[in-house]
């Protein structure tokens, strides 16, 4: 009777225990905490010409990232992520607002509409942009024969572009988890903010709003967190003005090869988004502690 | 208060609301047609005989039978930092497919284990293990494959001045990488059934004599089979899709369909992308529907 509530490692062996956690945790100690390591090793050491090392620990690399250049590419892609955000966040709620409200039915045929570019590959959505957005693109054709504009518009390779493309490929990681809060949602609370006198912008602002306010924290990150280290939308889609971080890094490996200040770039990116990261789990299990 | 004015703030009230709900069905449209629009347009442009422009110029076949027709002629991919790796469509497909099967098979197993381990067992530093899991799926893509570029590197580097072998990026390079960030998806899947499946017919399990291994054949992956194969499918379509990880632990010759791709989109853009695109796009289609037959909630793990 008792044994439900009692921990479960009463009942089992300390041998199965090393089976079934060993392979997966020495997989990933292997082959992604060392791997990390040896960046973070690289990021303090100087250049030893073409991809090498010198083993002298300096913090030249990342006194490196404090300039200009770098600190402004550091910025557009900060900048670039939290636009992106904003705006998955105007377009994903009302989105998700809206399919919550239909019928069993329609609910889950729309879910997985919006689910179905998250399973399509990413490359090729980015690339669709590039026949929508190019000179003879279909916008610029468009607007040509409408006699919109005279000549065509320079549409691709600029940050307008890498906007699009960022908010194209993550608004899915905003409708889903505003989705699952919003379904959680107690609509009966809407009718009791109304019967007290509430009007709708009032009831959506301080009732709706709070409630599901977790969920829009969690697709935020879901959304900023791929978005600053972006390397495939700011490749295919931008051009030299919109050089991010993550092409920045890609440079420093593969034609700079200049290992250690790529590596210290890997690790500023890497803190850019652990920082929201950890405060989003320090403050979520505050409000569970403080719940129980 | 009078009557008037409240017959016209309700009034007011219901007007607002209606032009809300028109707002909300206009939005909702033009949100799917932003998701869809660009779809489509690869699709019907992957049809088009026109070569460079948007304009329809008749209905073809010509880009599909393209790549048929040895895709290596369409685009010579130089890879950037990279050597020359040709090869056409056939032995790139051929490339993603066996990646993606081996490492499925390999996260999967690793993944089912790492976490029934973290749901049914108490130990020491599990929090630790806890965020081992989690870092995978957080950490940018770039920073994991740089890192694996760094690590293969120095590895090879080592073993040759030890030994004399002369060791390359390739495909089980690739692999390693694509089970490293696979093994995370898994484990979550896997672990949020078992959070709904009662340890008690496990424990009974074992009460009534059967040893660890029995119950975990018998009881434990017997009811976790919808999870598992959800958490599979989810890492042979991250291990499919993948381009960035791949991108940098993939050597000469070991060219996937993304790299291909990609390739073509860098440096020769012909419509037989289109086609190339269409077909993948199929191909995921295909996916996620077979995931839904198997598993209602499986797709919506994201």
Known sequence: MTTATLPASSTRSQAALLVFLLPATLWLSIFFLLPLGIVLLYSLLGQGGNAGVNWQFTLGNYQQLLTPVYLGIFWRSLGLALLTTVICVLVGYPLAFFIVRQSATWRSLLLLLVIIPFWTNFLVRTYAWIILLRQQGVINTVLESVRLVDAPLPLLFTPLAVTIGLVYGYLPFMVLPLYSTLERFDFTLVEAAQDLGANDLRTFSRVVLPLTSRGIVAGCLLVFIPSVGAFITPDILGGAKTVMVGNLIQNQFLKALNWPLGSALSMALMALILIPVLAYFRVSEQQAGGRV | ?302
């Open chain 2, 1 to 302: 208060m009078t009557a008037a004015p409240q017959l016209w703030s309700l009034r007011r009230d219901r007007w607002i609301r209606r032009i809300g709900q028109n707002w909300l069905v206009a939005h909702a449209a033009l949100a799917f047609g932003f998701l869809y629009l660009p779809i489509l347009v690869l699709v019907v442009y992957s049809f088009n005989q026109s070569r460079f422009n948007a304009v329809w110029k008749g209905f073809t076949l010509d880009w599909y039978i393209s790549l048929l027709q040895g895709g290596g002629s369409l685009g010579l991919l130089q890879r950037e930092g990279g050597g020359l790796s040709g090869g056409g469509i056939m032995p790139a497909l051929q490339n993603s497919l066996v990646v993606a099967v081996v490492a499925t098979l390999l996260a999967t197993v690793l993944g089912t284990l790492l976490g029934i381990a973290m749901e049914r067992f108490r130990f020491p530093g599990r929090p630790a293990v806890e965020a081992l899991i989690y870092l995978p799926i957080i950490i940018p893509e770039i920073t994991m494959g740089v890192s694996l570029l760094v690590f293969f590197t120095l590895v090879f580097r080592l073993v040759e001045n030890l030994t004399g072998w002369r060791l390359n990026l390739g495909l089980p390079t690739v692999i390693i990488g694509h089970v490293a960030f696979s093994i995370s998806f898994v484990a979550v899947v896997v672990r949020a059934r078992l959070v709904d499946l009662d340890p008690v017919l496990e424990e009974a399990a074992m009460d009534l004599g059967a040893n660890e291994w029995k119950t975990l054949w018998r009881v434990t992956l017997p009811l976790l089979w919808p999870a598992i194969f959800s958490g599979a499918l989810l890492a042979f379509t991250l291990s499919l899709d993948d381009f960035v990880v791949t991108f940098f632990t993939s050597g000469v010759g070991a060219t996937t369909l993304p790299l291909f791709v990609y390739g073509m989109i860098k440096f020769s853009v012909t419509p037989a992308i289109n086609a190339i695109s269409t077909l993948m796009l199929a191909a995921s289609l295909v996916l996620v529907l077979s995931s839904l037959a198997v598993d209602r909630d499986a797709v919506r793990f994201g």
